[in-house]
């Protein structure tokens, strides 16, 4: 049995979708100050960018997913993370009138700290019951390890050098490419392309104190400004793994993950031209899920027939067998946060039911 110290992972993460106002418009309802959020437009052929904010950066300071470009700075973009949400401005790509929007939340500590555990110095917000951190750094340009506060080994690492026009590197714990261990690997969060073998995090493990990075622009240019978002597994909360595809309508295969999800990221990783998937417990509200949305492209929400997930109450069953979750016999990692634990701990844990 699953039981989980964190009773209430909304706590700690949060989907929260919203309507497009064209105005000033504060987003409540996620439950707490987020310090990373997400947003992505829906629908109406409004191909808007996936904009990325974080506490560490500050608010108005934004990443899109989808796009290798540095860091802009725009006042009507997120202006505000507050006690229970956020405010978005006028800007399209976070709050067109009459568009639906997406949201995915994360809160770390509120607040900053230094960490000298790596050969640079470094910049944390660190939620460590929820294994989440933020971490900042000026690059130098040459191989070295940054700390980033979680106490445990992340199983995830989403990077991207703010100042330059540079891909999105991103670390697997269990991404592998011709029996290459998963630290001489990496994917972009950017772009469709399989797993590849290269130095990008030193061919160096993540322990428990720091992570590794290579001396490349993408990862640590000289004088450039860092952004990394570090994950590890807390039971009944967050899981990060693979599985293989079977391409079979109705019956694909069941991801076990000891909670009922709430969020779903998935990659093809064994072939190129797969796009990332998410999928979420709040945009379809029912099994099967029919609707995803693209990391690495900025294109509307889909929505397929047949359903392409069902959300259970101990993981995810796919359902489709065409498109890029569950498309011939390949292999793909996927990252996962709950909405419900299983059994949320001993004594009194009341289990969760499927949606």
Excluded at 170 to 186: E, F, G, I, R, S
Excluded at 203 to 227: E, K, L, R
Excluded at 305 to 326: I, T, V, Y
Aim: hydrophobic share 35%.
């Amino acid at each position: 049995m699953a039981y989980a110290s964190i009773t209430k992972p909304s706590l700690h993460f949060n989907n929260k979708i919203y309507a497009g106002t064209g105005s000033s418009n504060s987003i409540t309802g996620v439950g707490f100050q987020p310090d990373f959020t997400w947003i992505k437009s829906r629908d109406n052929g409004s191909n808007n960018n996936h904009m990325l904010f974080d506490a560490i950066r500050g608010a108005t300071k934004y990443l899109k997913s989808d796009a290798n470009s540095a860091e802009n700075t725009l006042a009507e973009t997120l202006k505000t993370f507050d006690s229970d949400g956020f405010t978005v401005g006028t800007q399209g790509d976070v709050n067109q009138n009459n568009i639906n929007f997406a949201s995915w939340n994360w809160k770390a500590s509120g607040s900053t700290a230094s960490n000298s555990n790596g050969s640079i110095n470094s910049t944390v917000s660190v939620n460590t019951t929820a294994g989440f951190s933020i971490v900042s750094w000026t690059g130098n340009g040459n191989t070295s390890t940054i700390g980033h506060g979680l106490g445990v080994t992340p199983s995830v690492i989403i990077l991207k050098n703010r100042s330059i026009v540079e891909d999105w590197p991103v670390y697997h714990k269990d991404l592998t490419v011709n029996n290459a261990p998963a630290q001489n690997v990496y994917l972009h969060l950017n772009n469709n392309n399989a797993g590849a073998d290269y130095p990008v995090w030193n061919d160096t493990a993540p322990t428990s104190s720091v992570f590794s990075v290579g001396g490349y622009d993408a990862m640590n240019g000289n004088g450039n400004s860092i952004i990394a978002y570090c994950f590890a597994e807390k039971k009944g909360y967050s899981k990060f793994g693979k599985y293989t595809s079977n391409n079979t309508a109705n019956d694909g295969p069941f991801i076990y993950t000891g909670f009922k999800p709430a969020f779903v990221l998935t990659k093809i990783t064994s072939t190129g031209g797969a796009n990332w998937r998410i999928f979420d417990n709040k945009r379809d509200g029912f099994n099967g899920a029919t609707q995803y949305l693209q990391p690495n492209t900025a294109d509307d929400e889909s929505n397929t027939s047949p359903a392409q997930m069902d959300l259970l109450s101990n993981g995810f069953k796919l359902r489709g067998a065409e498109g890029d979750s569950n498309y011939n016999t390949e292999t793909l990692i996927y990252m996962a946060f709950a909405e419900e634990p299983l059994v949320a701990n001993v004594g009194n844990g009341v289990p969760a039911t499927a949606r």
